[in-house]
């Protein structure tokens, strides 16, 4: 089957060798989270734990669980004999490609589709820039990718195994990325849809496998912190990205930074972190609630730029290149809307504006292929309503945060999806012409 689809894979590994190659001459490996995972990866080698700080600084109890364990553990393996980034690199060049392969084993039929599936991927820059990145997003992808193939493979052949392996990539995925744990709950009512449909008590019991992952890692944490949660992670983005963001568009960058700064300073006079995080969290939820609706749309917003977002950041940063203007494209866009990012696009370098421009546009109708796919009855029902509830959830769960770095755990997905929705179009098109 793999032979069917030489030409994409060729592209596929030629554009990753060289953004391989470039990379080891650019050196831009880090992005602000990178420092995080670094650190935690040293702290476990030398200390035993995955504290994402410095250990001879004043202890921060929210730094034990900000980082899960799951990439700092892949940087401990990937570098053990050595200090350069180069063996990580490969490692996740390594899972890109196996990746790809695994996209193509999912939704790869005929021959001719190679040419839909080369075309969008010449439109995913980032599937090229995180494997040269210190960054979890591959790694978080291939557990991903592999888990919709463990699943895909059971629709066909009814083998349990599959399901088993299934959810233990799923636990694999929230060890790695704590954004997942929001859909181990979803993933247990869609097992149970699962066993009306096809009367498989093993399809519940399987469900259970996330959610008993999850109580037990949560429960460990409690032991390092006194709460209970998977990750503090949340309680960092709730202020930092939801609340503060939202109030940027309506009250400007000051007065929404006075805001978050005045609810640290009132919480950080709580010496226990549970209680920290729940002033943390009382003090956002008060705002965002009270302001329901405004918030909701805010945050639709950035579950629809999820798809669309051409991975600016993304492209400025592996390349080195200088940004024009003293606030990003996402600053802009809170603060005055269309008509600001129009004035930032005006300072920034053509050519980029224009291969920016291609990849939003093409990323639309990457989109709509990928919807009209969720209603092709052509495909297995069951499997589209899995890739519906999974992208559907971390977008959601991404919210105001919404960029082609949080899409790209799934990016395969929507590019295999929308490939063979085009080549179907594109085939009863030929029939209707002939």
């Not at 980034?85 to 390594?94: D, E, G, K, Y």
């Not at 549970?274 to 003090?283: H, I, M, P, R, V």
């Not at 004035?343 to 990457?366: G, S």
């Amino acid at each position: 089957m793999i032979k069917k689809y030489t030409p994409f894979l060729a592209v596929f590994v030629v554009l990753q060798i060289l953004f391989l190659l470039l990379q080891t001459g650019l050196e831009n490996y880090y992005l602000r989270d990178s420092f995080d995972y670094m650190q935690a990866a040293d702290n476990f080698i030398d200390e035993g734990v995955f504290y994402a700080g410095d250990l001879s600084e004043a202890e921060e109890i929210h730094l034990y669980t900000k980082i899960p364990p799951g990439y700092p553990l892949f940087l401990t393996i990937s570098r053990l004999f050595t200090d350069s980034q180069l063996p990580v690199m490969i490692l996740q060049a390594i899972l890109s490609i196996l990746s790809a392969l695994l996209m193509l084993k999912i939704f790869g039929r005929d021959r001719s589709e190679n040419l839909f599936f080369v075309f969008l991927i010449l439109f995913i820059p980032a599937q090229f820039i995180y494997p040269n990145l210190v960054m979890s997003e591959t790694l978080f992808q291939f557990s991903l990718v592999l888990a919709g193939w463990m699943l895909f493979s059971y629709f066909k052949t009814e083998n349990t195994r599959y399901v088993w392996a299934f959810q233990l990539l799923l636990c694999l995925g929230i060890f790695i990325k704590p954004v997942l744990y929001l859909f181990a709950f979803v993933n247990l009512g869609f097992f149970i849809y699962l066993f009306f449909r096809h009367r498989v008590r093993l399809l519940v019991i399987s469900g259970l496998v996330p959610i008993i992952f999850i109580i037990i890692f949560s429960s460990f944490n409690q032991q390092k912190t006194g709460k209970f949660h998977v990750s503090s992670i949340q309680d960092v983005n709730l202020i930092d990205v939801n609340l503060f963001y939202f109030l940027v568009q309506d009250e400007g960058y000051d007065a929404a930074r006075a805001t978050t700064d005045s609810i640290y300073q009132v919480c950080d006079q709580n010496t226990d972190y549970n209680e920290y995080s729940e002033c943390l969290n009382d003090a956002a939820k008060e705002i965002l609630f009270s302001r329901l609706l405004e918030y909701g749309i805010f945050h639709i917003k950035g579950s629809i730029r999820f798809f669309i977002d051409p991975g600016r950041f993304d492209i400025y940063n592996f390349f080195g290149l200088q940004e024009m203007g003293e606030k990003g494209l996402r600053y802009r866009l809170f603060l005055g809307g269309v008509k600001e990012v129009w004035n930032y696009l005006k300072e920034q370098n053509t050519f980029i504006l224009l291969w920016i421009f291609a990849i939003a546009m093409i990323n639309v109708l990457k989109t709509i292929g990928f919807v009209f796919f969720i209603f092709n009855r052509r495909y297995n029902l069951d499997f589209r309503i899995f890739l519906l509830l999974l992208i559907g959830t971390i977008s959601f769960a991404t919210g105001p945060l919404g960029a082609s770095r949080f899409a790209l755990p799934v990016a395969l997905f929507i590019l295999g999806s929308a490939a063979v929705q085009y080549h179907h179009w594109y085939q009863r098109f030929i029939l209707k012409k002939s």
